[in-house]
């Protein structure tokens, strides 16, 4: 195992770095889902500070802080995985065979991700609530909603710029089809930078599961950090470990899904170092740099149809 | 004295896989008025030992570790950043391999071409303009106001080429380093960008450090050329001279290589090749770096030391044990 | 040549849409990368397709592959007319087409081991089992000139020279009788470039192979060829033994061009440097 994460770690100290935070939040998803104590349990104790009894002091109902962090933080967690999830597995295949097939397809399908795209995300968010009632699943559907149209365009774009590609017209001479073009070129190809892409949607979503709940648009019985921030606000100069520790979360968990996410894209950038940059049909080698174990990127001009002068 | 001198220069990069010694050990000299053509393959350190002159290899990863680079007594490895500067954009012109690469896109010639002429001779905006319409003239493209309204897209490569060539000369430079400057374009136009690159040297007394794998330029082009093998100048001499009686055996090959456009049989006929590949530049082989590769090396001194520089002829040098006029008894290894 | 006729290519024009502008500006006319060409290639034959940026011969290469659809003419292989053959006839007729392309870098997917690469048309066309597949590909490789366990390996480990050789064992695997190559050694270094150009000739003499071999490099085409073709613009300027066109061209273009070939004699380009200065030559 160490000699696995070695060279992972010289590579890329930002995916290490990314996953530890992840694993330390999803350590404290998990102890609170598991271990940690009732988090709407009110008590007598109103506002103290963080002590033996409450290492994150209690709030102003007397909740304990460090137990409704722990909850808050599953519950963020949750939400977010869960939308980005949903929203990839169904925009990023979408995006793929757009762009790849090309023609009327791909110009329904565009202005379908066109109009989902003009929709402003919280004005959408707080009329649903205010219609349906607040609650997680229509978080979770609402937040799809919003990144549909991204991850749709980044496949897309992805999949046009593969399918012109010199080693996907390989693939066609030789007498593959559409279907195993898009499984083992096209995917595969484009598959980490929708990695990366969802990484830093998940950090998004938690924000904007933050924000909505802090508006007050989040659900009532979950306890969200937003949420505890939300009734943080009247007491910041009192209270300050109210807003401390949920916001440190939200950091925390944000953060560790960015880095992952940077981190993902150097691992595997590296991994493929070599492959070819932006096609540039080659004529004459490239700025002569010393072998690296990197291929120089062959430079020439683009064949554009017409003569030379 | 010549206007460049680069004594013993190297260049070494730092890379996960250890010391990359991509220019180890190069001198050479170019006059005013005179080219010396650079050749060698990919990986040799031709562009490296270019862009180390004018301080344009990226440090870190790259250090010059040794040697020094002088223009016109001056010693260009001893200035600043701000210095060099304003040495490449006054005293030094560069054209790189693809000018579309080179030049911005979004941006038209003009543009281009005044900011340099404003950034380096600080000519107002209006001589800028005029002095840019000359220029454009001057390296015979057509219709020259009008271009410097397009934008690089709209112009053909040679075109772009001639540009860049505006650009590099813009500010009367001593020296021309032209780094692969006739690769990405077509044969016809070579002839001419070459011709232009040799009308400007003429008429400016400039002297032209010429990069490039393609032995066929070089013959036309330069006056001297150096050969370079993995960090090394492995040969040099007068053009004619090195092309009559070459003496080193990777120059040879070279030549041996190029598949020819005269005579007969030559579709029956395979290509002389040299076997294997160039050495890796962070694992160098303590002798002769082309040993391995080399039909006349022998188990004696070639895998044992790095052969020196020496001058066989007068003004002829070659870093080999066994260069071909030495060779005459000799049978080449199986 | 002695063989039959292989490959025959009537007509063949291929259009591009031009870019659309502003719409209130009139739309530019269609861009004509082929403007109607005839050639044929027999079976043991090699027919060199020159041409400078801009020719045509990529274009011509992909249309006969019917990677890209022409827009008028004919391609008739083994006797099918491949413009009017589609779905599974086309698939099985690619068996006996194949292409070696430009760049090295960029014609193996990277992601892909050296094995799924060269295996892929096996794959494909559904050919043997997997551990038949395996022995093929070893075998392949052998036959371009690499170690067994390249197999193993991923593209960026391998120079340009050696990933060319990957895209030839690659086009090798279904055991074509054409092989079509766009500018195989353009982007390779002088040495590594006579490498290959001796291996696709022993190739050819070894298996009875036919090429369709485009370059813009007179020299190396010559190395290849036994007839050649020589485009401008979308067109055929002329046509003939290799032998006989080199000595004797006589089409202006072809004779520019051929001026224009740098050749290793200091003597003879300072000559025609000279001539060109006087302006006694033809341009070039």
Not at chain 2, 74 to 101: S, Y
Not at chain 2, 136 to 164: K, W, Y
Not at chain 2, 250 to 263: K, N, V
Not at chain 3, 33 to 45: L, N, R, T, Y
Request: glycine share 10%.
């Amino acid at each position: 195992m160490r000699a696995r994460l070695a060279p992972i770690a010289s590579t890329s100290p930002r995916l290490l770095a990314g996953l530890t935070l992840l694993a330390v939040v999803g350590l404290a998803a998990l102890a609170g889902a598991l271990l940690a104590g009732d988090p709407f349990r009110t008590s007598e104790a109103l506002l103290t500070g963080p002590s033996g009894h409450h290492p994150f002091g209690t709030d102003n109902l007397g909740r304990d802080v460090l137990d409704r962090v722990l909850h808050g933080t599953g519950t963020s967690l949750e939400v977010s995985v869960l939308a980005v999830t949903t929203g990839t597995v169904i925009a990023a295949p979408l995006g793929l065979v757009s762009g790849y097939a090309g023609g009327l397809l791909d110009d329904l399908l565009l202005k379908l991700a066109e109009v989902l795209q003009i929709i402003p995300g919280f004005l959408l968010a707080l009329v649903a609530a205010a219609v349906f009632g607040a609650s997680l699943l229509l978080l979770v559907v609402i937040l799809a909603v919003i990144f549909f149209a991204p991850t749709f365009r980044l496949a897309r774009g992805e999949a046009i710029g593969l399918r012109g590609r010199e080693f996907v017209q390989a693939s066609r001479a030789a007498g593959a089809g559409h279907g195993r073009i898009l499984r083992r070129h096209i995917l595969p190809s484009a598959l980490t930078i929708l990695l990366v892409n969802a990484s830093f949607q998940a950090g998004t979503a938690v924000l904007i599961e933050t924000g909505l709940s802090f508006l007050g648009v989040g659900e009532r019985d979950t306890v969200s950090l937003g949420a505890m921030l939300f009734d943080a606000q009247s007491y910041l100069e009192q209270a300050w470990w109210m807003s401390l520790f949920p916001g440190a979360f939200v950091a925390l968990t944000v953060m560790g899904m960015n880095l992952s996410g940077d981190g993902l894209h150097q691992l595997r950038d590296v991994r493929a170092s070599g492959r070819a940059g932006p096609r540039r049909p080659a004529r004459g080698r490239g700025p002569a740099m010393p072998r690296l174990g990197v291929a120089p990127t062959p430079a020439g001009p683009a064949k554009a149809p017409g003569g030379d002068a | 004295m010549s206007l460049l001198e680069v004594h013993e220069l190297r260049t070494h990069f730092d890379t996960r896989r250890g010391i990359v010694k991509a220019v180890d050990g190069v001198s050479l000299s170019v006059d005013r008025g005179r080219t010396l053509g650079l050749v060698g393959e990919s990986g040799c350190g031709k562009s490296v030992a270019a862009l180390s002159i004018t301080g344009l290899v990226p440090r870190p990863p790259a250090r010059i570790v040794g040697g020094r680079a002088l223009l016109d007594g001056r010693e260009l490895t001893a200035l600043g950043d701000r210095e060099l500067e304003d040495v490449r954009g006054r005293e030094i012109g560069m054209i790189f391999q693809d000018p579309m690469t080179s030049l911005n896109p979004t941006l038209t010639i003009g543009a281009q071409v005044c900011e340099t002429l404003r950034r380096h001779l600080g000519l107002s905006p209006r001589e800028a303009r005029r002095r840019a319409v000359e220029l454009l003239g001057q390296v015979r493209l057509p219709d020259p106001a009008r271009r410097l309204g397009d934008h690089p897209h709209v112009l053909s490569g040679g075109m772009r080429q001639r540009v860049m060539i505006a650009l590099a000369i813009a500010c009367e430079p001593k020296l021309l380093i032209a780094d692969e400057p006739t690769t990405a374009l077509d044969v016809t136009i070579q002839a001419q960008i070459l011709d232009l690159l040799d009308e400007l040297r003429r008429l400016r007394r400039m002297a032209i450090l010429l990069i490039t794998h393609d032995m066929g330029v070089v013959a036309e082009a330069a006056d001297e050329v150096a050969v370079m093998y993995a960090g090394q100048i492995v040969e040099r001499a007068e053009t004619v001279e090195l092309f009559d009686h070459p003496e080193h055996p990777y120059t040879e090959a070279l030549l041996g290589a190029l598949p020819r456009l005269e005579g007969r049989g030559l579709r029956s006929a395979r290509l002389a090749t040299i076997p294997g590949r160039p050495p890796d530049l962070a694992a160098l082989p303590p002798g002769c770096r082309f040993a391995p590769r080399c039909p006349y090396a022998g188990a004696d001194a070639c895998a044992d030391r790095t052969p020196a520089l020496r001058e066989i002829r007068p003004g002829h040098l070659v870093r080999i044990c066994h260069p071909a006029s030495e060779r005459a008894r000799r049978e080449p290894r199986a | 040549m002695s063989g039959d006729v292989l490959l025959s290519v009537r007509g063949l024009v291929k259009q591009f849409p031009a870019r659309r502008g502003a719409p209130w500006k009139a739309r530019a006319a269609p861009i004509r990368a082929v403007a109607g060409i005839d050639f044929e290639i027999a079976e043991g034959e090699s027919l060199g397709l020159v041409g400078e940026s801009g020719s045509g011969k990529s274009t011509t290469a992909y249309c006969v592959l019917q990677l890209l659809t022409p827009t008028a003419g004919e391609v008739c292989f083994l006797g099918q007319e491949l413009t009017r053959t589609r779905g599974e006839r086309l698939r099985r007729m690619r068996r006996e087409l194949q292409i070696v392309f430009q760049d090295p870098y960029a014609s193996l997917n990277p992601r892909m081991r050296v094995d799924a690469i060269v295996a892929e048309p096996l794959e494909v066309h559904g050919v043997g089992s997997a551990r038949s597949r395996r022995a093929r590909v070893l075998e392949l490789l052998d036959t371009v000139g690499l170690d067994p366990d390249a197999a193993r390996r991923r593209p960026h480990e391998f120079s340009g020279g050696q990933r060319q050789r990957i895209g030839i064992a690659r086009a090798l695997a279904l055991s074509p009788r054409l092989i079509v190559c766009d500018e195989p050694v353009s982007a390779l270094d002088v040495s590594i470039q006579a490498q290959i150009l001796n291996l696709l000739s022993d190739l050819q003499r070894d298996l009875g192979l036919s090429y369709l071999f485009i370059s813009h490099d007179l020299a190396v085409v010559r190395a290849v060829s036994d007839r050649i073709a020589v485009m401008r613009a979308g067109e055929i300027v002329e046509a003939g033994r290799a032998d006989d066109v080199y000595a004797n061209p006589a089409h202006e273009y072809t004779r520019a061009l051929l001026a224009a070939v740098p050749v290793p004699d200091p003597r003879r380009m300072r000559a025609r440097r000279d001539e060109r200065r006087r302006g006694t030559s033809a341009p070039g």
